[in-house]
């Protein structure tokens, strides 16, 4: 079963079919939506097989691709969502990409209006998608559709008009998701950070270095030593990528890839 809110872009209404009507809040959804933020491969297969059966009774057997909420560094919840969901249609999947852009404050602290703008600046859609197809949009979550209007936007520039906007989670405001999305770091909480980042089936996303990244110093490098070498591989590369976007952590993670003979990346701006 799923539920619709409606979404105004450029003065027409589309429709967001999500999930859950369940509060987000409620135990068994935030679980799921931090698992789900951080890469647990189970969670995110898990709601990739929801969100088809959902597309499969909304959009039917049309001739459609998939594309998801940009983020331009690492993985995001949503791209894991359409990567999966788009193997299981055997549809295409074509990317937003969003430039680099300086995050001085947490996102969840960054007004409506100013969400637009640098979405509207940053984010672009270059898929070679032919226009009378449908698009379907896939979210993890849809709090203000700040993100998912900019999209809408792109796609109508590029001559798109059958656009379907599917995703997991309904928030009331960016604060709750933020909330929802993060745990307390106490020595179960460090526990649970060690088993993502260290987990060989876990996806790698931002949300999850980030959480590495709020543990204290000497305990995020005895996390990242633990971890395979393979793994290791992963972790470092991607730590000096989201250096580049998050420069709260820039200091940080100068230090931590100098600890392990990495040199960071150059600021791209």
């Known amino acids: 079963m799923h539920y619709c809110r409606k979404l ?22 935030r679980n799921d939506f931090l698992l789900m933020k951080v890469g647990d491969k189970k969670t995110i ?10 597309i499969k009774e909304e959009v039917g057997e049309n001739a459609f691709a998939i594309t998801q909420n940009p983020s331009y560094f690492l993985a995001n919840a949503a791209y894991l969502l359409s990567n999966e969901v788009s193997k299981s249609l055997s549809k295409p999947f074509e990317l937003f990409f969003q430039k680099p852009w300086k995050m001085k404050k947490y996102y969840c602290k ?48 590029k001559g798109f008009k059958n656009i379907y906007c599917f995703t997991c ?11 929802l999305a993060y745990i307390k770091l106490d020595k179960k909480g460090t526990k649970f950070v060690e088993r993502i980042i260290s987990g060989k089936k876990n996806f790698l996303t931002g949300r999850a270095l980030t ?26 590369p991607a730590l000096a990528e989201l250096g580049n976007g998050k420069p709260l952590y820039k200091k940080k993670i100068k230090e931590i ?6 040199e960071p990346k150059p600021q791209p701006f």
């Open 211 to 236: 959480l590495l990244l709020e543990l204290p110093r000497a305990t995020t490098n005895s996390i990242i030593a633990k971890a395979s070498k393979d793994r290791k591989n992963e972790i470092l």
């Open 169 to 179: 989670f309904n928030f009331k405001d960016p604060e709750e998701e933020e909330r």
């Open 45 to 54: 297969q898990k709601y990739a097989r929801a969100i088809s059966q959902a």
């Open 110 to 157: 960054i007004k409506t209006k100013e969400r637009e703008k640098i979405l509207d600046e940053t984010v672009s859609f270059n898929g070679r998608l032919n226009s009378s197809k449908s698009v379907v949009l896939i979210d993890d979550c849809v709090t203000t559709g700040t993100a998912l209007r900019s999209c809408i936007k792109k796609l109508l520039q």
């Open 257 to 262: 890839l100098q600890t392990f003979g990495q």
């Open 8 to 29: 105004v872009c450029q003065e027409k209404y589309y429709q967001v079919f999500y999930l859950s009507n369940t509060p987000a809040s409620s135990h068994g959804n």
